[in-house]
Nanobody, 115 residues
C-alpha cells in the first residue's frame, strides 16, 4: 500500500514560485513512477508533469520552462517546483504514483494564484 500526502499549496501572487511536495509512507515508493495532475474548478483533471523511477521526466506544454519535477528517493518525496505562476495555474494539485496495474492518488493540495 502506498499512501501519498501532498503539501506546499497556498495563495501566491502571479509571477511567484511554489514548491509542492508529495511524500509517501511506502517503502517501495522509489520503484513507482510519479505524476502531478491538477484540476481547476469546473474543469477536468489534467496532466502536469511526471517522473519515472529512473528519473526521466515529462511535462505538459502549458508548464514547460516553468515547472520542474524531481524526486528524492531517500526522503520518499517527489517535488514540483513551480516558477512564473499564472492565475490559470490555480487548481487543486494531486500526486499520482503508478507501477504496473497499481495506482495511488493523494488528496491534493490547493494552489491559488492571484493576479
Amino acid at each position: 500500500q502506498v499512501q501519498l500526502v501532498e503539501s506546499g499549496g497556498r495563495l501566491v501572487q502571479a509571477g511567484g514560485s511554489l514548491r509542492l511536495s508529495c511524500t509517501s509512507s511506502g517503502r517501495t515508493f522509489s520503484s513507482y513512477a510519479v505524476g502531478w495532475y491538477r484540476q481547476a474548478p469546473g474543469k477536468e483533471r489534467e496532466f502536469v508533469a511526471a517522473i519515472g523511477n529512473g528519473g526521466s521526466t515529462s511535462s505538459a506544454d502549458s508548464v514547460k520552462g516553468r515547472f520542474t519535477i524531481s524526486r528524492d528517493n531517500a526522503e520518499n518525496t517527489v517535488y514540483l517546483q513551480m516558477n512564473g505562476l499564472k492565475p490559470e495555474d490555480t487548481a487543486m494539485y494531486y500526486c499520482n504514483a503508478f507501477r504496473g496495474r497499481m495506482e495511488y492518488w493523494g488528496k491534493g493540495t490547493l494552489v491559488t494564484v492571484s493576479s
